[in-house]
């Protein structure tokens, strides 16, 4: 794989599984502050 | 009477990634971002997710959940004479679902065929001969391919025990149909980036071509993909989000949905472009001669690449039943949303138990999908798929966001999503959903209908594209729509 082939896959995990981790963070926490 | 709920929030975010995440993801994505510059494609993808595609899904989410209604229920209560929108918005879900399952159709052929490895020897053979038995042209019906109408009997069936208790059922389903295919798909994409050339396939899919972003072409295909996948324009998320509770988070549910279902997409990406790749590679071919999208690489390419996997007959076959299970699950959950966005919406209209509406709604879409069983089906579907799609979903969201913008005040339905959610948009929204989403929608619109004006599309005879697509789909849509808003339901007996 090329350089800039990798610099895009690091790009698309971060912005799109990052985000996720992030977002679904906050939905757990709000729940537990819920609770 | 009681409306519906989720059980809780969790089963309804995994409804709504059910829903956004289906056939497309795994089909259309992958060959969408090789053909669009490669890894440069993610950056107008991006661009396009945050300036309609979440816009637009936190529209209907916040609809839904504000007017607990469906989507003509929902746009009625903005204003009566708009409830013919949410019609079409449904009425089009509906065209969609009768041959969506026609394609699970083939699907539970192929995953019986894994046992046998029908489809190993020649997936082209099989899949035209053995499964569509197809016919020489759209006028040419020839009876029903009877491996489809089997598989639609299935479908259908599957879909009713589904959704014949609502929010309740499909909440405990989703804990299996979400997660199964995106497990699935690690499975496949473990095996596929491990095959000789695997890496080679990847790079096709990533390597950034960013001279082509001065395309308008690859733009427009960047929104026309974030609008098509989030299932936006249906009236599947308003009714989803119409069983939540008032009070309930709508921004972080909408991002939660939005990442998952993109980063469904590109999983999608790596497992098929590596598995391309290998089958390049192994049959000395450049991997443009491979690479291709839809019905053509779920049911012909992909199969044919599987079949060549070192290992033995086995092998095969477990990895071909992987994959169909994978696309039967991805595509489930995207046909029941549909039906259950038309259930609540004639629900709401005219009241009845849930499973009544839902076994009638069921058999009448069943019925409809009988053409698409026949042995022309193949060429119904093109037709009829490139018409709702284009101009029944792109209208339906244009008319949204256009009744939000204008004729509604987008600040005070800001200030409602606002209130319940858990982040902050700011007034950006407003600008997104008066001005971006519908001036790129339009875009959409006229581009398509440019290229449907000056030439006939799939080569059909223009009688065919009437029947099936501007009379069989747009003037159906336009004359049922009108048709059903003028009805008395309940709402209006409530006045």
Redesign the interface.
């Known amino acids: 794989?090329?350089g800039?082939?990798?610099?895009?896959?690091i790009?698309?995990?971060v912005?799109?599984?990052g985000?996720?981790f992030v977002?679904?963070r906050?939905?757990i926490k709000?729940?537990k502050k819920e609770d | 009477m009681q409306r519906d709920r989720w059980s809780n929030?969790a089963a309804f975010?995994l409804a709504a990634i059910g829903s956004a995440a289906g056939l497309g993801n795994a089909w259309r994505f992958p060959y969408m971002a090789y053909s669009n510059g490669?890894?440069?494609f993610?950056i107008p993808y991006?661009v396009a997710l945050l300036t309609a595609g979440i816009p637009l899904i936190v529209l209907e989410f916040a609809m839904g959940q504000k007017t607990q209604r469906g989507a003509p229920g929902a746009l009625a209560k903005v204003g009566r004479k708009f409830e013919g929108f949410g019609w079409w918005a449904v009425l089009s879900g509906t065209i969609i679902t009768s041959y969506y399952a026609g394609v699970m159709a083939w699907a539970w052929d192929y995953l019986a065929g894994s046992f046998t490895l029908g489809w190993a020897e020649n997936a082209s053979d099989y899949f035209y001969n053995s499964v569509l038995k197809i016919s020489s042209g759209p006028g040419q019906l020839g009876g029903f391919s009877i491996p489809v109408l089997i598989g639609l009997v299935i479908t259908w069936i599957v879909i009713y025990l589904i959704l014949r208790k609502g929010a309740e059922s499909v909440g405990k389903v989703v804990l299996i149909t979400v997660p199964l295919p995106v497990l699935l798909m690690i499975i496949l994409m473990f095996r596929a980036v491990t095959l000789p050339g695997a890496?080679e396939g990847?790079?096709y899919f990533?390597?950034?071509n960013f001279a082509m972003l001065t395309n308008l072409s690859v733009w427009i295909d960047a929104y026309s993909q974030v609008f098509f996948t989030l299932s936006l324009g249906f009236g599947i998320m308003i009714a989803y989000a119409s069983y939540m509770p008032e009070d309930s988070?709508i921004i972080?549910?909408a991002?939660?949905t939005v990442?998952?279902n993109?980063?469904i997409s590109?999983l999608a990406g790596i497992a098929v472009f590596g598995t391309l790749g290998y089958m390049a590679q192994t049959q000395g071919v450049p991997i443009s001669e491979v690479a291709t999208a839809g019905v053509g690489l779920a049911f012909v390419v992909y199969p044919n690449a599987i079949s060549l996997l070192p290992g033995g007959s086995f092998v095969v076959g477990f990895f071909g039943f992987v994959f169909f299970a994978m696309l039967l699950s991805l595509g489930i959950d995207s046909a029941f949303s549909i039906v259950e966005a038309g259930v609540a919406a004639l629900k709401d209209k005219w009241g009845g138990t849930k499973r009544t509406v839902t076994l009638f709604y069921s058999i009448f879409l069943f019925v409809v999908g009988l053409l698409f069983a026949t042995r022309a089906g193949l060429y119904w579907l093109d037709i009829v798929d490139h018409y709702v799609n284009t101009y029944g979903l792109v209208v339906a969201g244009l008319a949204e966001s256009i009744i939000i913008g204008w004729y509604y005040d987008p600040d005070e339905l800001r200030g409602y999503f606002n209130s319940v959610s858990?982040?902050q948009f700011g007034s950006w929204w407003n600008v997104m959903i008066k001005y971006v989403t519908p001036i790129m929608l339009v875009v959409l619109l006229v581009n398509e209908l440019i290229a449907d004006i000056g030439t006939q599309y799939g080569g059909y005879e223009l009688k065919y594209l009437i029947y099936g697509g501007w009379g069989g789909v747009i003037g159906l849509l336009l004359v049922a729509s009108f048709i059903l808003s003028r009805q008395r339901g309940l709402d209006d007996a409530e006045v």
């Open positions: 794989m090329s800039s082939a990798v610099v895009m896959l790009f698309a995990c912005v799109l599984y985000g996720l977002t679904l906050k939905a709000s729940r | 929030r975010v490669g890894g440069a993610l991006f890496m990847i790079n990533l390597e950034p988070d972080n549910n991002l939660i990442f998952a993109s980063g590109f858990e982040y």
